[in-house]
């Protein structure tokens, strides 16, 4: 049997639209669709007739949920660790050497929001709505939260959205940064690739020349944080509160955290 196709590619001249497609899961990430996507942004990365890549989720419900939570029940913390510290979709994306465009289309949420922050420009539908919510499941970020999201907030948003779980508007999110720009929904598609045309027609060497130092501007302290949060995250995979944040979100009642 054929394994689903969970991430869709499609090719508009010089512009590669890539799509999350678990719309009945809210597009929500679980490991072959992790690994679809890494097949995905190595194939791109090496088409020369791909110059920009757009990255969106199937429908009009949301960009990505989030990790699939049914994969959290069971994992041992060496487990995560070694997932954690192999190469991720947010370091894929983060290091793809063309310009990369989020699309996003409805909800953006934990692992959802940051591969979005990993991405170069973030362009949001008004109806989508942005979140790490990984604290409401006795969590914590492991896709780089806690390193992309100050850098693109500011200290004192970043820990009022990881420390309450709050979700935002798209209004709220390009106020304090987190997005680029807000569109009508009906309008995200049009003029994101509008966009992604003007880019695509500028010199695909200045391109990359241009992303690999503005990444260069923060890649020193970003690596060794991110090294940090990965130990960070797979400890809290010891939690008895991160079982029963699981436990809870999948009984769908109220978690009854212990601290412990």
Same mark, same amino acid.
């Given at each position: ?10 090719? %508009? ?21 992790? *690994?679809?996507?890494?097949?995905? &942004? ?66 953006? *949420?934990?692992?959802?929001?940051? *591969? ?42 970043? &820990? ?5 779980? %709050? ?81 809870? &979100? ?11």
């Amino acid at each position: 049997m054929n394994e689903p196709r969970n991430v869709v590619v499609e090719r %508009q001249g010089a512009i590669a639209i890539a799509t999350i497609n678990r719309p009945d899961k809210r597009n929500a990430l679980d490991n072959p669709t992790r *690994l679809q996507l890494l097949a995905a &942004f190595d194939e791109l990365r090496h088409d020369k007739g791909v110059r920009v890549v757009v990255l969106t989720g199937a429908g009009t419900k949301a960009f990505i949920a989030g990790a699939d939570v049914n994969e959290f029940v069971g994992r041992k913390p060496v487990e995560v660790l070694k997932a954690l510290h192999e190469t991720t979709i947010f370091d894929a994306a983060d290091a793809f050497p063309k310009p990369l465009i989020a699309m996003i289309n409805g909800w953006c *949420l934990g692992s959802g929001n940051e *591969l979005a922050m990993a991405c170069d420009i973030r362009v949001a539908a008004e109806t989508a709505r942005f979140g790490q919510p990984e604290i409401n499941l006795g969590m914590m970020p492991g896709g780089g939260a806690t390193q992309r999201l100050p850098r693109l907030v500011g200290l004192g948003r970043a &820990f009022k959205l990881l420390y309450t779980g %709050q979700i935002i508007d798209a209004n709220e999110a390009l106020k304090i940064g987190l997005v680029d720009e807000v569109v009508p929904a009906r309008e995200l598609r049009s003029r994101t690739m509008l966009l992604a045309e003007m880019i695509a027609s500028r010199s695909a060497v200045a391109l990359q020349l241009i992303k690999e130092g503005i990444r260069a501007s923060v890649r020193a302290p970003l690596d060794d944080g991110l090294r940090h949060e990965a130990s960070l995250a797979s400890v809290v995979f010891t939690s008895k509160d991160m079982a029963e944040g699981v436990a809870a &979100f999948l009984g769908k009642r109220q978690a009854r955290f212990t601290g412990e």
